[in-house]
């Protein structure tokens, strides 16, 4: 491969410095990979896009020479990126000719996956539809889709799966990454939707991550906060994080919390910037309720009692909250080291209540950002593709319902199941208890993304569940499949997408799927076609064709809502990324939310009337609209409650899983990538230098984790992570199939447990105990 710039972004990822001050904008640097003897001028065109191996939403253009694509190149004139791309970006791009790729749907005979046509196919599918609607009804059907389709194809999914077979079935895998971001923003804030922008981080003098290791899972916004860093008045840096992180490495002051500790620590913080009077008593007063609980609640968090739960030194959870309470722009950022955690959407409401109780929002370089995970995760969430209705829509309220219902002229009957839509976990369990007959999976991979896998293999494998797999590889769930579909990649469809913090973009079709693989807004909308879903008036339902359609249909979904698309089209996305919300009388983006100080948070506006952040319960719209007539932001409170799975003299230490800069998800696209395999080809556990001498372990020695649902065996690599902590990347599945060892000990999710967090009903991926030895030989 020729890298231009004469730099490896393997060993270097985040690439060369561009400082820039405060206020000022982030310079441009283009970064670019073309194929080995491919020059820019050998390009014939160049077919705008976006990233789809990570939640930054990096723009670029691809680059194309007769019907193949040979590259990217990183456009200068975007608002999120200024030309910048990460190696996933840079190199990612090469999956999609993989010669593994699925050309040709298959069919589950005397317990074969064998090639089949796609009448076969789904004809197959739409038999078991009818008949389970015949027997069981709507509920006996699910759809589990991704973080990484396009907003035309969510859409299309939502508008057939919620509107004409009717389940409330329907969740992404977003639920693993970022449905507590969602979660705490309705919270908050009474709806989903970034209240700051990435441009905050050109004005901030205090950065503070959350659990929120950008370097590795946002490489280009840490990229610019590098450049910060490099530049004059460079902002102070916060680091919440157990592992010694390259935002580690790099911060002002660096708290490492015990996990399942991050409610204890986030309310000792909150107890300082009350105690100091770091607080903006006006802001408060005119835009806010719930103070008064919350104050009562952290009074008696003082340091030294959060220091004992947590694990640290109580003067450095002073000196991090004197940073916070005496910032003048303070930007904080939020991801699943608080997500998938204990307490995971209260912890993450402490976040926005420090912006809150701070009256920093809505200003430059005073912003709260809830990331993402995944490249398209807030279309999912936006688009009703998860736990939640289109148009950040309330289920429970019943004007919400009957607009929806309007929108899709079908009787609101369908759509009023008098409970929330049911998120992924609830679905697993319904398809293991047999109440879920058929379960349609999407662009994900959950025999290893989910959680204790061997209950999900078995799950998959069930006799009484139907597995309809749509995907672009063979992956380890289509393995389980009774019906595979080929899916066309990124790259070979053409659809929009939008970032953490409202971004839109759009990619176009750059060249054709291999054989008979379609894009998934084709595939939904001929099994719509062929189960022949119709409208009230007997149209044909979705009622459009192509992603142009779809998009002109979300247009008219949105409008009004607070995800107001009706003023982006693809035309004007052919010039860069605009964010929402963007109606036609309007030229400019508002980059960031509540600079107002209005919320949509009405009780007649917001997406959510509320949980109790203990329980999950629902508060109801009566508890709403007595509480915060006016629509507020909301201020809520909550205790630190011990994890559910302490350490114990068996299992002594603590599990945490997470990622590495090199690959995405379950590795499906960026181990086919070679210079993305070849930087991290195997899993690893991380263990600090106590604990590796305490189990007789070196760094390089094969080493055995196990917990109480199963063990992994990894290299181990001895690091300054803190003493009781382990770490194992969640990537690595069982595809590679010439590994001579046992491949099924290579996913980290043979060791996590089946527990979510209440309000948000997230795995708890980052909450457990365990315990590690050493083994000999490959183990």
Same mark, same amino acid.
């Given at each position: 491969?020729?890298?231009?710039?004469?730099?490896?972004?393997?060993?270097?990822?985040?690439?060369?410095?561009?400082?820039?001050?405060?206020?000022?904008?982030?310079?441009?640097?283009?970064?670019?990979?073309?194929?080995?003897?491919?020059?820019?001028?050998?390009?014939?065109?160049?077919?705008?896009?976006?990233?789809?191996?990570?939640?930054?939403?990096?723009?670029?253009?691809?680059?194309?020479?007769?019907?193949?694509?040979?590259?990217?190149?990183?456009?200068?004139?975007?608002?999120?990126?200024?030309?910048?791309?990460?190696?996933?970006?840079?190199?990612?791009?090469?999956?999609?000719?993989?010669?593994?790729?699925?050309?040709?749907?298959?069919? *589950?005979?005397?317990?074969?996956?064998?090639?089949?046509?796609?009448?076969?196919?789904? *004809?197959?599918?739409?038999?078991?539809?009818?008949?389970?609607?015949?027997?069981?009804?709507?509920?006996?059907?699910?759809?589990?889709?991704?973080?990484?389709?396009?907003?035309?194809?969510?859409?299309?999914?939502?508008?057939?799966?919620?509107?004409?077979?009717?389940?409330?079935?329907?969740?992404?895998?977003?639920?693993?990454?970022?449905?507590?971001?969602?979660?705490?923003?309705?919270?908050?804030?009474?709806?989903?939707?970034?209240?700051?922008?990435?441009?905050?981080?050109?004005?901030?003098?205090?950065?503070?991550?959350?659990?929120?290791?950008?370097?590795?899972?946002?490489?280009?916004?840490?990229?610019?906060?590098?450049?910060?860093?490099?530049?004059?008045?460079?902002?102070?840096?916060?680091?919440?994080?157990?592992?010694?992180?390259?935002?580690?490495?790099?911060?002002?002051?660096?708290?490492?919390?015990?996990?399942?500790?991050?409610?204890?620590?986030?309310?000792?913080?909150?107890?300082?910037?009350?105690?100091?009077?770091?607080?903006?008593?006006?802001?408060?007063?005119?835009?806010?309720?719930?103070?008064?609980?919350?104050?009562?609640?952290?009074?008696?968090?003082?340091?030294?009692?959060?220091?004992?739960?947590?694990?640290?030194? +109580?003067?450095?959870?002073?000196?991090?909250?004197?940073?916070?309470?005496?910032?003048?722009?303070?930007?904080?950022?939020?991801?699943?080291?608080?997500?998938?955690?204990?307490?995971?959407?209260?912890?993450?409401?402490?976040?926005?209540?420090?912006?809150?109780?701070?009256?920093?929002?809505?200003?430059?370089?005073?912003?709260?950002?809830?990331?993402?995970?995944?490249?398209?995760?807030?279309?999912?969430?936006?688009?009703?593709?998860?736990?939640?209705? +289109?148009?950040?829509?309330?289920?429970?309220?019943?004007?919400?319902?009957?607009?929806?219902?309007?929108?899709?002229?079908?009787?609101?009957?369908?759509?009023?199941?008098?409970?929330?839509?049911?998120?992924?976990?609830?679905?697993?369990?319904?398809?293991?208890?047999?109440?879920?007959?058929?379960?349609?999976?999407?662009?994900?991979?959950?025999?290893?993304?989910?959680?204790?896998?061997?209950?999900?293999?078995?799950?998959?494998?069930?006799?009484?569940?139907?597995?309809?797999?749509?995907?672009?590889?063979?992956?380890?769930?289509?393995?389980?499949?009774?019906?595979?579909?080929?899916?066309?990649?990124?790259?070979?469809?053409?659809?929009?997408?939008?970032?953490?913090? *409202?971004?839109?973009?759009?990619?176009?079709?750059?060249?054709?799927?291999?054989?008979?693989?379609?894009?998934?807004?084709?595939?939904?909308?001929?099994?719509?076609?062929?189960?022949?879903?119709?409208?009230?008036?007997?149209?044909?339902?979705?009622?459009?064709?192509?992603?142009?359609?779809?998009?002109?249909?979300?247009?008219?979904?949105?409008?009004?809502?607070?995800?107001?698309?009706?003023?982006?089209?693809?035309?004007?996305?052919?010039?860069?990324?605009?964010?929402?919300?963007?109606? +036609?009388?309007?030229?400019?983006?508002?980059?960031?939310?509540?600079?107002?100080?209005?919320?949509?948070?009405?009780?007649?506006?917001?997406?959510?009337?509320?949980?109790?952040?203990?329980?999950?319960?629902?508060?109801?719209?009566?508890?709403?609209?007595?509480?915060?007539?006016?629509?507020?932001?909301?201020?809520?409170?909550?205790?630190?409650?011990?994890?559910?799975?302490?350490?114990?003299?068996?299992?002594?230490?603590?599990?945490?899983?997470?990622?590495?800069?090199?690959?995405?998800?379950?590795?499906?696209?960026?181990?086919?990538?070679?210079?993305?395999?070849?930087?991290?080809?195997?899993?690893?556990?991380?263990?600090?230098?106590?604990?590796?001498?305490?189990?007789?372990?070196?760094?390089?020695?094969?080493?055995?984790?196990?917990?109480?649902?199963?063990?992994?065996?990894?290299?181990? *690599?001895?690091?300054?992570?803190?003493?009781?902590?382990?770490?194992?990347?969640?990537?690595?599945?069982?595809?590679?199939?010439?590994?001579?060892?046992?491949?099924?000990?290579?996913?980290?999710?043979?060791?996590?447990?089946?527990?979510?967090?209440?309000?948000?009903?997230?795995?708890?991926?980052?909450?457990?105990?365990?315990?590690?030895?050493?083994?000999?030989?490959?183990?």
């Amino acid at each position: 491969m020729a890298t231009p710039t004469g730099e490896s972004r393997i060993e270097q990822p985040w690439g060369l410095r561009t400082p820039y001050g405060p206020g000022d904008v982030w310079p441009v640097r283009v970064d670019m990979q073309l194929a080995e003897g491919i020059t820019p001028e050998d390009v014939q065109r160049w077919v705008p896009s976006a990233s789809v191996l990570h939640s930054n939403g990096d723009a670029f253009d691809i680059a194309v020479i007769g019907g193949r694509i040979v590259g990217v190149r990183g456009r200068a004139c975007d608002r999120i990126n200024r030309g910048r791309l990460d190696p996933k970006d840079l190199y990612g791009w090469q999956a999609t000719a993989s010669a593994d790729r699925l050309t040709t749907p298959l069919q *589950r005979i005397d317990g074969r996956l064998v090639a089949c046509d796609w009448d076969t196919a789904l *004809r197959r599918i739409v038999r078991r539809t009818r008949e389970l609607l015949e027997t069981n009804g709507p509920e006996a059907i699910a759809f589990y889709t991704s973080g990484q389709l396009f907003l035309e194809e969510y859409y299309t999914l939502a508008v057939l799966a919620r509107g004409g077979i009717g389940t409330n079935h329907l969740d992404g895998n977003t639920r693993l990454c970022t449905a507590t971001a969602a979660e705490s923003l309705k919270q908050s804030f009474g709806c989903d939707g970034q209240p700051g922008s990435y441009t905050d981080i050109d004005h901030a003098d205090v950065l503070a991550l959350f659990g929120h290791n950008a370097a590795e899972t946002q490489s280009v916004l840490w990229s610019r906060m590098l450049d910060r860093l490099a530049g004059p008045e460079p902002p102070a840096l916060l680091c919440v994080d157990p592992r010694p992180t390259p935002v580690a490495q790099r911060a002002t002051i660096h708290l490492v919390p015990l996990p399942g500790t991050n409610m204890a620590l986030m309310n000792a913080l909150l107890h300082e910037l009350l105690e100091y009077g770091w607080i903006d008593r006006d802001y408060i007063a005119a835009h806010t309720v719930g103070f008064d609980e919350l104050a009562a609640a952290v009074a008696e968090w003082t340091p030294e009692r959060a220091a004992d739960v947590c694990g640290l030194d +109580p003067e450095d959870i002073r000196r991090a909250a004197r940073l916070l309470g005496t910032s003048r722009r303070l930007v904080s950022t939020v991801l699943q080291g608080f997500y998938q955690s204990h307490q995971a959407t209260a912890a993450a409401v402490q976040v926005n209540n420090i912006h809150l109780v701070r009256g920093m929002l809505g200003r430059p370089g005073c912003g709260v950002l809830q990331m993402n995970g995944q490249p398209t995760a807030q279309n999912t969430r936006e688009c009703g593709a998860d736990g939640d209705l +289109p148009g950040f829509r309330n289920w429970a309220n019943d004007d919400h319902v009957a607009e929806l219902a309007g929108l899709w002229n079908v009787d609101p009957a369908v759509l009023a199941h008098h409970a929330p839509p049911t998120d992924a976990m609830r679905i697993l369990r319904l398809a293991e208890t047999g109440q879920l007959g058929m379960l349609w999976v999407s662009a994900t991979n959950p025999a290893v993304s989910l959680p204790e896998l061997a209950r999900i293999r078995r799950i998959l494998n069930g006799d009484k569940l139907f597995l309809v797999v749509q995907d672009i590889y063979l992956t380890e769930t289509a393995a389980c499949a009774d019906v595979v579909l080929p899916a066309a990649a990124w790259g070979e469809k053409t659809g929009t997408f939008t970032n953490a913090d *409202r971004t839109v973009h759009l990619s176009e079709q750059a060249v054709p799927p291999p054989g008979q693989a379609r894009s998934d807004l084709r595939i939904f909308l001929d099994f719509a076609r062929r189960l022949e879903l119709r409208d009230r008036d007997g149209r044909p339902l979705p009622p459009w064709d192509d992603e142009q359609g779809a998009f002109a249909a979300w247009q008219r979904c949105s409008a009004g809502r607070p995800c107001d698309y009706t003023g982006i089209d693809y035309a004007r996305l052919r010039s860069g990324g605009v964010q929402w919300p963007r109606t +036609p009388d309007r030229d400019s983006d508002d980059e960031r939310l509540y600079a107002d100080g209005e919320f949509f948070a009405h009780p007649d506006v917001c997406e959510s009337f509320g949980k109790d952040l203990m329980t999950g319960e629902p508060l109801g719209e009566k508890h709403y609209r007595t509480a915060n007539p006016e629509g507020r932001a909301m201020i809520r409170a909550a205790p630190w409650v011990p994890p559910p799975e302490p350490s114990s003299a068996e299992y002594p230490l603590r599990l945490i899983t997470g990622r590495t800069i090199y690959h995405f998800h379950t590795r499906t696209k960026t181990a086919r990538t070679p210079e993305l395999q070849a930087a991290a080809p195997e899993v690893w556990v991380e263990l600090s230098a106590a604990d590796a001498r305490a189990a007789g372990l070196e760094d390089g020695d094969r080493a055995e984790v196990s917990t109480p649902r199963g063990m992994l065996r990894a290299q181990a *690599r001895v690091t300054d992570i803190r003493t009781g902590v382990v770490f194992i990347p969640f990537h690595y599945g069982y595809w590679d199939t010439d590994d001579t060892r046992d491949t099924h000990t290579r996913a980290a999710n043979e060791l996590t447990r089946t527990d979510v967090d209440p309000a948000s009903k997230q795995p708890l991926f980052k909450s457990g105990a365990a315990r590690i030895r050493r083994i000999e030989g490959l183990g």
